[in-house]
């Protein structure tokens, strides 16, 4: 398995707005955005240079969260090919999909056709999902959502193999004889795996190709960064692996109005200094998310991030 990204520097994707609008991160702008906004700041990010953009997975938000999670929550599948069609480079990610809430044949045939149209630009980010109401109006076991994940993962890596009839036999899933076309323009998907519990980490060491933190501080990473190693080494898995963050809030500029007390502010090059911390811990790639009062402000935030900031994140 290559790399999805040179080894050595670290490189910038995004959380796109408008698709997942959570109370926790959502501005007030993006509740009457639309597709147009979405194309737009996916626009800005491609040209921007950014690695990737992200968006989101739930299926059905019941009535006691939908107060915190609010019930936007655009189809992954669906949003990041519409967003294929309107970008030339940028690469897309899942993050995450719970893919325990769809049979693998199901997944591989919605992933597959998405990296071959977009000819192979996804990353598949995965999670175990945490809606009890979710997964058990779609019938399938909340409790064991992990082993379930486990074995979707083991059967997907076969589903989006190379071959127009895959082959997998395990306790929930076995299929065989049954052809898929079109197959993934990629060789092999890379899966980063999403999450920060114990079982979430070890499911990245040993399936996965990357990390996707849940929002861990700084503080936590080498240690993480650490178990992942060792999981990695006891397992016998080698070859290369990603490792995600998280980074604060930023703004590049200052921004004369109430960004928060915990959002990075002020000069390219200080904010450069600040995010290659990460990469001296051992991150290859951050996840950044802007402060903005409308699209416009977070269009301008993407494209000085991409001319101002980026150049220095390697110095």
Same mark, same amino acid.
């Given at each position: 398995?290559?790399?999805?990204?040179?080894?050595?520097?670290?490189?910038?994707?995004?959380?796109?707005?408008?698709?997942?609008?959570?109370?926790?991160?959502?501005?007030?702008?993006?509740?009457?955005?639309?597709?147009?906004?979405?194309?737009?700041?996916?626009?800005?990010?491609?040209?921007?240079?950014?690695?990737?953009?992200?968006?989101? &997975?739930? +299926? =059905?938000?019941?009535?006691? @969260? !939908? #107060?915190?999670?609010?019930? /936007?929550?655009? &189809?992954? +599948? =669906?949003?990041?090919?519409? @967003? !294929? #069609?309107?970008?030339?480079? /940028?690469?897309?990610?899942?993050?995450?999909?719970?893919?325990? @809430?769809?049979?693998?044949?199901?997944?591989?045939?919605?992933?597959?056709?998405?990296?071959?149209?977009?000819?192979?630009?996804?990353?598949?980010?995965?999670?175990?999902?945490?809606?009890?109401?979710?997964?058990?109006?779609?019938?399938?076991?909340?409790?064991?959502?992990?082993?379930?994940?486990?074995?979707?993962?083991?059967?997907?890596?076969?589903?989006?193999?190379?071959?127009?009839?895959?082959?997998?036999?395990?306790?929930?899933?076995?299929?065989?004889?049954?052809?898929?076309?079109?197959?993934?323009?990629?060789?092999?998907?890379?899966?980063?795996?999403?999450?920060?519990?114990?079982?979430?980490?070890?499911?990245?060491?040993?399936?996965?190709?990357?990390?996707?933190?849940?929002?861990?501080?700084?503080?936590?990473?080498?240690?993480?960064?650490?178990?992942?190693?060792?999981?990695?080494?006891?397992?016998?898995?080698?070859?290369?692996?990603?490792?995600?963050?998280?980074?604060?809030?930023?703004?590049?500029?200052?921004?004369?109005?109430?960004?928060?007390?915990?959002?990075?502010?002020?000069?390219?090059?200080?904010?450069?200094?600040?995010?290659?911390?990460?990469?001296?811990?051992?991150?290859?790639?951050?996840?950044?998310?802007?402060?903005?009062?409308?699209?416009?402000?977070?269009?301008?935030?993407?494209?000085?991030?991409?001319?101002?900031?980026?150049?220095?994140?390697?110095?």
């Amino acid at each position: 398995m290559a790399r999805v990204f040179p080894e050595g520097r670290l490189v910038y994707g995004m959380q796109l707005p408008v698709q997942s609008q959570s109370t926790i991160y959502a501005e007030p702008w993006e509740a009457s955005a639309g597709a147009a906004d979405l194309a737009e700041i996916a626009r800005a990010a491609d040209r921007s240079g950014f690695a990737y953009v992200a968006t989101c &997975d739930h +299926v =059905a938000i019941p009535r006691r @969260l !939908a #107060g915190p999670m609010s019930t /936007v929550w655009y &189809d992954p +599948v =669906a949003t990041l090919s519409f @967003l !294929a #069609g309107v970008t030339e480079h /940028v690469r897309l990610l899942s993050h995450v999909a719970i893919l325990g @809430l769809r049979h693998p044949l199901i997944s591989a045939k919605q992933y597959a056709t998405l990296d071959h149209l977009s000819g192979g630009r996804l990353i598949l980010g995965v999670g175990a999902g945490h809606v009890q109401e979710e997964f058990e109006v779609l019938g399938v076991d909340f409790a064991r959502r992990g082993a379930v994940l486990d074995e979707t993962l083991d059967a997907l890596r076969a589903a989006l193999g190379p071959e127009e009839y895959p082959e997998f036999e395990g306790e929930l899933f076995s299929f065989a004889g049954l052809g898929q076309l079109p197959r993934p323009a990629q060789e092999r998907i890379p899966v980063w795996v999403g999450g920060s519990s114990p079982a979430a980490v070890r499911r990245a060491a040993v399936r996965g190709d990357g990390w996707l933190p849940q929002g861990d501080p700084r503080e936590k990473l080498p240690a993480q960064i650490a178990r992942i190693a060792q999981l990695r080494a006891e397992a016998g898995v080698t070859g290369p692996f990603e490792v995600g963050a998280i980074t604060e809030a930023l703004y590049v500029g200052e921004p004369g109005w109430d960004t928060g007390r915990r959002t990075l502010t002020g000069k390219a090059e200080a904010l450069a200094e600040s995010l290659r911390a990460y990469g001296a811990l051992g991150v290859d790639q951050i996840q950044v998310r802007f402060r903005s009062r409308d699209r416009a402000e977070l269009v301008d935030q993407i494209t000085a991030f991409g001319a101002e900031v980026a150049p220095h994140l390697n110095d």
